[in-house]
């Protein structure tokens, strides 16, 4: 019988960790008096409603790659690597400088990354998760060692500044982590990714693409901006991570008492104020940014994993849980032993 070639798959597979976090987020601040002077809204409403005080917002030619190459330098730094060691780039985001070449070959070719295969992830607000599930496939076969995933976003461009129901909600920034094998125990327990298409017109950008492309009309409808109903992204958003977290926990065979910190999704304060209490946790287990950052779509997760490592919200050993919501819909849920 003719043997089978050996394949890198059948090693046995690799422990993947977290070796270093980065994030960005520009300096120029919009805050919520600030917004009362361009749309119909008032700073208690914002407080109140969504938890978010202010925004960041990128300056004049300061794209989604500008900001996904700072926070991965940083990242970078920490983990104790050089760009030539990186084997491939995973950016997700909505926002991309260009619909190709991908974001991730802009930044590969910022970051001097010459050795990186690069793609971008589209899964929203859910994308970084998405990316580093992407990764820990990538590693724990071992196609690759080292990896930069980055969510990145600049939702500002896309945002209907006129909308006073989606412009008082999102802001721009950028977060990276890098992956790479490490024996021992410590890494990426598990992950989970989940999607539901047929809710894909609650949260979207229906122009732009190839379905409703750029022309005078479609853009004097702005259908090239977000789209967005609250309530029902609000529900969805609500109940989507409650079972991500749920099934990270169970397929990590963990109780949520193991869980040091949960970072989640950054869209609204009352959406985390529900999922704690339907898990039965504290708010104070949660690392919470939006107050000063707004939404920032792909990034919002990837930049307070990065404050709560730097924060020593954790240390080594310990057990967290990252769980995240967007259009798609798209949901995602990892366990990871730090
Ligand atoms: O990344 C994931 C994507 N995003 C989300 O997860 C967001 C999910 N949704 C939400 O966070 C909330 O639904 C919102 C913050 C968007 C809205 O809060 P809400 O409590 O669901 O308000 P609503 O949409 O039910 O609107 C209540 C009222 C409406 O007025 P009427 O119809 O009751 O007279 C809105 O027109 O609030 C009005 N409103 C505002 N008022 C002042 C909506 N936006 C504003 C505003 N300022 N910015």
Redesign the pocket.
């Known amino acids: 019988m003719k043997k089978l070639p050996r394949t890198k798959t059948r090693q046995p597979a690799r422990t993947v960790s977290i070796i270093g976090t980065g994030s960005y987020v520009p300096e120029k601040i919009i805050t919520n008096a600030d917004l009362e002077k361009m ?4 700073e208690e ?2 407080t109140s ?2 938890g978010i005080r202010e925004r960041r917002i990128a300056a004049e030619g300061e794209h989604t790659s500008h900001m996904a190459a700072r926070a991965a330098e940083r990242a970078m730094e920490q983990a104790g690597i050089t760009a030539e060691d990186i084997d491939l780039i995973i950016l997700a985001t909505v926002t991309p400088d260009t619909f190709f070449p991908s974001t991730a070959c802009h930044v590969q070719r910022l970051l001097g990354a010459r050795k990186a295969a690069c793609f971008d992830i589209s899964a ?2 859910s994308g970084f998760l998405y990316g580093i599930e992407v990764a820990q496939q990538f590693i724990s076969n071992h196609t690759c060692n080292t990896i930069l995933v980055i969510g990145a976003d600049k939702l500002s461009s896309i945002v209907n500044w006129q909308d ?3 412009c ?2 999102f802001g721009d920034g950028a977060g990276a982590a890098i992956l790479r094998y490490r024996a021992g125990s410590h890494g990426v327990i598990t992950t989970f990714m989940g999607s539901d298409g047929n809710y894909g017109d609650i ?1 979207h950008m229906p122009g732009g693409g190839c379905a409703l492309p750029v022309t005078k009309e479609n853009f004097e409808q702005r259908l090239n901006t977000l789209h ?1 109903n ?2 029902e ?2 529900k969805q ?1 609500v109940t989507s991570m409650l079972a991500a977290a749920n099934k990270a926990l169970e397929q990590s065979g963990l109780t949520i008492e193991d869980l040091t910190c949960i970072i989640p ?1 950054q ?2 304060l ?2 985390i104020e529900a999922l704690a209490e339907r898990l039965n946790l504290p708010l104070s287990k949660f690392q919470i940014n939006l107050d000063r950052y707004g ?1 920032t ?1 792909a990034a ?1 997760v990837a930049i307070a994993l990065d404050e709560a490592n730097r924060t020593g919200r954790f240390k080594q050993g310990d057990y967290i849980l990252m769980v995240v ?3 798609g819909l798209t949901y995602a849920s990892s366990v990871v032993q730090w």
């Open positions: 749309v119909d809204t008032n409403w914002i409603r969504t929203a607000c006073r129901n989606t008082v909600l949260l967005m609250g309530r992204t609000f958003a999704h869209a609204n009352r959406i939404n779509s919002a919501f967007g259009g």
